[in-house]
């Protein structure tokens, strides 16, 4: 019995943590899987990072594409730092400090 109450508040902390029923129907649709994980970062397009370490190994680290993409998003919109994160080429410092904005554009 508790396995399927273990299950039910795990469905139910997923639905809360992708924005409540309505959202979470909307992420549904766009992605086609609810996850849950603890958010590492954002990048200044407005993408939100994740990892959640109970998931396999490359399904442990996802992006969620921010709304003003809607259904038009695409892998080309990670910038080059978050990929290598997304893809364990490295951990670098800029997951805890990145600030969003490169240096080329801070000068200009």
Known sequence: MSIYLSKFSRFFRIIKQ???WRQA???FYRTDE???GTLVGEDKF????????MYFM?????????DIYGMDYDGSQVPAEWHRWLHY??????????????KDEAAV
């Open 34 to 36: 609810l996850k849950e």
């Open 58 to 66: 490359g399904r442990s680290r996802w992006v969620m594409y921010s």
């Open 18 to 20: 992708n924005g409540g």
């Open 25 to 27: 129907y909307l992420q």
């Open 89 to 102: 080429i490295d951990i670098p410092n800029f997951v805890f400090s990145f600030s969003g904005v490169y």
């Open 46 to 53: 407005g993408n939100k990072y994740y990892e959640n370490k």
